[in-house]
């Protein structure tokens, strides 16, 4: 099971979401997608809570908002963490998550830790919590099938895209031999006129 949630703080809405536990979190981090930011409590058991971010987006686009909505999740689904106060909560790129075989379920290491960020969560706030939990949504997703559909729709995207270069390429050479073809035409022109000039001007000076 996954829950999902929507950070509706700001005018466009985020999803957030997070496996009812470390086997689901295990197909999370499998199937995560390169739009996700993974979130965690740090040096504490705590849920494993991703934000999408929009298509173009970084990490380091994720409004100030999202970010705490993300931060006090993540403390709250903490079992040691939501007792706390003034815990620090870290995030990455889902891209920068490592995980060997070696590992046990629901660990997770860092390809690059530089790339891993952090943001001080003083206190549980409840009414971000609240209505975060309004939005709840629980669900049974096919996580291999939305990966798979979503870089289908990717490759599609790049495949247009492709096209769309080789179809301007084509035209621009188009243009160019049309370009070519009308200057060869005007030169050929010019000599032509140039050629019955000077035989009209011998046959004067003949005469």
């Not at 530089?114 to 971000?128: H, R, T």
Request: charged share 35%.
């Amino acid at each position: 099971m996954v829950f999902y949630f929507t950070s509706n703080v700001i005018s466009l809405d985020y999803t957030i979401y997070m496996g009812k536990d470390k086997y689901e979190n295990e197909d999370l981090i499998k199937y995560g997608w390169p739009e996700d930011v993974w979130f965690h409590v740090d040096k504490l058991s705590s849920a494993h809570v991703y934000l999408r971010l929009q298509k173009g987006q970084t990490i380091d686009d994720i409004p100030k908002d999202v970010l705490i909505d993300c931060a006090q999740l993540v403390k709250a689904n903490s079992i040691q963490g939501c007792k706390m106060n003034n815990i620090n909560v870290v995030y990455t790129a889902w891209a920068n998550l490592k995980k060997t075989g070696d590992m046990d379920v629901g660990q997770i290491g860092f390809h690059k830790q530089k790339e891993v960020k952090s943001v001080l969560v003083e206190k549980k706030l409840n009414e971000i919590l609240n209505r975060l939990e309004k939005t709840k949504d629980e669900r049974f997703p096919d996580l291999a099938a939305e990966r798979e559909s979503r870089d289908r729709e990717e490759r599609n995207e790049k495949k247009a895209q492709i096209q769309e270069v080789k179809k301007k390429e084509k035209e621009d050479m188009k243009k160019k031999r049309e370009t070519d073809d009308l200057r060869n035409y005007t030169s050929l022109m010019k000599s032509e006129n140039m050629s019955t000039n000077q035989d009209g001007n011998e046959s004067d000076e003949f005469m």
